[in-house]
């Protein structure tokens, strides 16, 4: 199974509540990985502290152009939808910051002229914290294009576990990236004005991508019903509410897992992981 926790904006406690639930499914012995695809600020390793035991680069193919055969047809940079390539005349100009390593343009070529060479992005991490299974992704500082390295955090998905996905804040081209070919997405929201309007942005996306989905309602109060008012207009399921408590901010600024500090949170999440598989089993 392969669950993504996401939301429309940061700071909602996506990873808090994503490694939380990683870890409490290790307690339970069901087989689990979490995946931090969250390559530009990758955070998930402050709580569960993972044993790192492989490193690896993480590369795009980046066009090159023989101008000796380049004709200036433009057909390549007709194709490319990134505008890593510009034609100047004759000549094409390549702009490897933009490029998506989507190779589209060595195979439209009508002249063969284009070849690739491999560009390093970043890095991969695996390794385990307890029972846990752990893997992220770091950006290389400058990189623009996070989807590719966000790609190979994904190649580490077990598929005899439950993958827990941390995607990216926001609807933007990593979110998709992450969460588009996973079972359930869970986002995750707060009652207040930003964090409904951008929780409203991420379930159009979410709609439109066609995955099942539900929301946690973050640091909930119970004098503030905004979001139970703002998910029930628009027909969204609600599978649990994390209260607003000054001891999970403690825990949280200490790095601690908050199911062991506040050891009642249990019961919330085991009403999570219920509730995540009630939906993916319909």
Known sequence: MNIAIASGKGGTGKTTIS???AYYLAGRNIS???LDCDVEE???HLFLKPEITKKQPAFIPVPSIDESKCTGCGKCVQLCEYNALARLGKTVMVFAELCHGCGGCTLICPQNAITEHEKEIGFVESGKSGK?????GRLKIGEAMSPPL???VLEKKDKDSVNIIDAPPGT?????ASVKN???????????PFGLNDLGLAIETTKTIGIPFGVVINRADKDNNDAEVFCKQRDVMILCEIPDDRSIAEAY??????????PQLRNIYAKLWEAIKEQVKK
């Open 150 to 152: 966000i790609r190979s």
């Open 172 to 176: 933007s081209c990593p979110v998709i």
């Open 19 to 21: 490694t939380n639930l």
């Open 253 to 262: 600024s200490k790095g601690e897992m908050i199911i062991d500090a506040i």
């Open 132 to 136: 846990t299974g752990f893997v992220h």
């Open 42 to 44: 990758p955070n998930g």
């Open 32 to 34: 689990v990985k979490y």
């Open 182 to 192: 996973t079972d359930f997405i869970v986002l995750i929201t707060e009652p207040t």
